[in-house]
């Protein structure tokens, strides 16, 4: 079965740092979602992108925060100048349709630590 | 997108039904209910969805009342691996890049 990818599983950064977590969404999608969990919270969204450019974006997803789709296979979440308060869970996903009825397969996760 | 209300958590016996409730009595004519759960800290994984129809496939059946205001998603013989949080989900059809939005769910364990 068909697989979202993320790496890395677990990254460690110092706060200040810059990360960039990668997915590699299902070859046919066309859209692209990143969602965060901090622990022990809700599954909350961040933004989502179709056709190289931001569709919609949450009010958590500031000008820290930035994607990309540099090819035509990986999909990227930057975040920079880390704070504490972004450690979580962020989980990519993907959807073939534009309304999204065939349902959003997520990745496992990147588990983002910032000490 | 309505509003949803699910229990908090529910326990269930291995082998037996599991039937997770959900009330989302302000949906709309063109909503569809979604159902997603996620096991431990793993990505939330797609289960089920409806409009107005009862649905099955292999992982469980969605049954949606008459009047649409609450539906019932059933995993027929609940496993461990089953243990997970269920979100229970209402989207507009057709709304393009919407996002889907979580709740806090319902929180199964079940139980050997």
């Known amino acids: 079965e068909p697989e979202v990818t993320q790496t890395p599983s677990h990254q460690v950064t110092q706060m200040g740092q810059e990360v960039i977590l990668r997915c590699v969404p299902i070859?046919?999608?066309?859209?692209f979602y990143w969602y965060r969990q901090i622990l022990g919270q809700k599954v909350e969204f961040l933004v989502s992108?179709?056709?190289?450019?931001?569709?919609?974006k949450s009010e958590i997803f500031d000008d820290q925060f930035s994607v990309e789709r540099p090819d035509g296979s990986n999909f990227t979440l930057k975040i920079r100048s880390t704070k504490l308060e972004d450690s979580a869970m962020y989980f990519c996903?993907?959807?073939?349709?534009?309304?999204?009825?065939?349902?959003?397969?997520f990745g496992s996760g990147t588990r983002l630590t910032v000490v | 997108d309505a509003k949803t209300t699910q229990p908090p958590s529910m326990d269930c016996a291995e082998g037996r039904a599991a039937n997770l409730p959900c009330n989302h009595s302000?949906?709309?004519?063109?909503?569809?209910v979604y159902w997603y759960r996620q096991i431990h800290s793993q990505g939330p994984q797609y289960i089920i969805h409806?409009?107005?129809n009862n649905e099955t496939n292999e992982m469980a059946s969605l049954i949606i009342t008459e009047d649409r205001k609450s539906s019932t998603l059933i995993l027929p013989h609940a496993t461990l691996r089953d243990t997970a949080v269920y979100y229970c989900?209402?989207?507009?059809?057709?709304?393009?890049?919407?996002?889907?939005?979580f709740g806090k769910g319902t929180r199964l364990s079940v139980i050997a």
């Open positions: 996903a993907s959807s073939e349709t534009q309304t999204g009825l065939s349902g959003y397969t």
């Open positions: 070859s046919n999608h066309l859209y």
């Open positions: 992108f179709y056709n190289n450019e931001i569709s919609e």
């Open positions: 302000t949906i709309s004519g063109n909503e569809y």
């Open positions: 409806g409009l107005k």
């Open positions: 989900i209402v989207r507009v059809a057709g709304s393009g890049n919407t996002p889907l939005v």
